[in-house]
């Protein structure tokens, strides 16, 4: 990076995932792409809304199917806050059924990822949404 050159704004990511390799696997991902932006991770909601405490997120990527809470209601929990209403979020799952597509469309979801998914299409989507671009290739 050349001194006339500024470096972009961080962007915050939450990962929220209860398989520790699958969230594992996201940051490498988004860490090696977006270097300069800031990954956190969070195995549940419950411990997803103590990172929500310390840290304000640009973007949540979150599995629908977790212990707990499903991704559809931690969401809805999320949109009905003034301060989340508005939280770009990426929702990921293997098992998501039409009524869950459909709920994740009404509570303003604009972002399905289906599992499993590539490295290129997960960059793909983050890029789009935060409208940063990748410091290496996504292939």
Not at 57 to 63: A, G, K
């Amino acid at each position: 990076m050349s001194a006339n050159t500024k470096r972009p704004q961080e962007m915050n990511i939450l990962v929220i995932d209860d398989e520790e390799k699958i969230c594992e696997l996201i940051k490498i991902f988004l860490e090696s792409a977006f270097p300069f932006h800031s990954v956190v991770a969070a195995p549940n909601a419950a411990q997803a809304m103590q990172k929500f405490l310390n840290q304000e997120f640009d973007l949540v990527i979150m599995d629908h199917v977790m212990p707990g809470k499903l991704g559809i209601e931690f969401i809805e929990q999320l949109r009905n806050s003034v301060k989340y209403n508005k939280l770009k979020i990426i929702l990921i799952s293997g098992y998501l059924q039409q009524e869950d597509v459909l709920a994740a469309i009404q509570l303003n979801v604009k972002h399905i990822i289906v599992k499993p998914f590539t490295r290129q299409h997960l960059i793909q989507q983050v890029s789009d949404i935060l409208k940063i671009n990748p410091e290496v290739e996504t292939d």
